[in-house]
């Protein structure tokens, strides 16, 4: 579990231990009891088993594949997968493939729902930008309607592993990955993904898919 599971949860639980302790009513004590419950649950951090296989990229977070295409950037062709995490799926996020962070670009933004399109440009979010041996991935933790608050424990110049828990965005958010046009797709739209452990891609390893 996430340590603000037992932050918010913890607090709750001595809110409702108060409550109880003053007025012995039931039904007051049991909301500040459902909210910890609540918390608890959201903040979980289960175990992943993350692929080995060389070349792949797995998802940054749980949720739904919302865009899974090939868009025209600046900088030219690129694979882009969008997962969208709803309120109920798990909020850590992990790194999609492994290298050296060359970039983390934290901007403020809006707190469009994060289902719209222009969420990923005008939410608040970071982009991260990892170099592997021979392609580039990058990846954003984009706020939500409700997500206040994006963690990133990533820096410019660290190496990273696949599937590694690298932060979080509280409440229901998206996750947005480019890599290069050459990327084999492992997903389609309405897809469940799991953080660390789902391949949504694959990049040539050595001239090959």
């Known amino acids: ?8 949860g913890g607090s709750l639980l001595l809110v409702a231990a108060i409550v109880w302790s003053t007025t012995h009513w039931l039904l007051l004590t049991a909301i500040p009891v459902l909210m910890a419950a609540f918390f608890l649950w959201f903040f979980r951090d289960p175990e992943r088993d993350v692929p080995a296989e060389p070349g792949l990229v797995v998802s940054p977070g ?3 594949v919302q865009e899974a295409d090939w868009i025209e950037t ?3 062709s690129r694979l882009r997968v969008t997962i969208f995490l709803s309120v109920f799926d798990v909020h850590v996020n992990r790194v999609p493939f492994e ?3 060359t970039l983390v670009d934290y901007r403020q933004g ?14 608040e979010q970071t982009l991260i930008t990892i170099q592997g041996k ?5 990846f954003k933790q984009i706020a ?10 990533l820096h410019e110049g660290q190496p990273v592993q696949r599937g590694e828990r690298m932060g979080m965005i509280k409440f229901g958010s998206r996750v ?12 389609k739209v309405g897809d469940k993904v799991k953080g660390g452990s789902s391949v949504i891609a694959k990049l040539p390893v050595g001239g090959t898919a």
């Not at 579990?1 to 918010?8: F, I, S």
């Not at 469009?112 to 969420?119: F, T, V, W």
């Not at 021979?134 to 990058?138: A, G, I, K, L, Q």
Request: net charge negative; glycine share 10%.
């Open 110 to 123: 809006q707190f469009i729902n994060a289902l719209k399109p222009e969420s990923a440009v005008l939410n």
């Open 62 to 64: 749980d949720g739904l």
């Open 99 to 101: 290298g050296t962070v």
């Open 176 to 187: 947005d990955v480019l890599m290069p046009a050459e990327a084999r797709l492992y997903v």
């Open 1 to 8: 579990m996430v340590r603000d599971g037992y932050y918010y």
């Open 144 to 153: 939500g309607l409700l997500a206040r608050r994006i963690v990133c424990g």
């Open 74 to 76: 600046t900088a030219g």
């Open 134 to 138: 021979e392609h580039s991935v990058s």
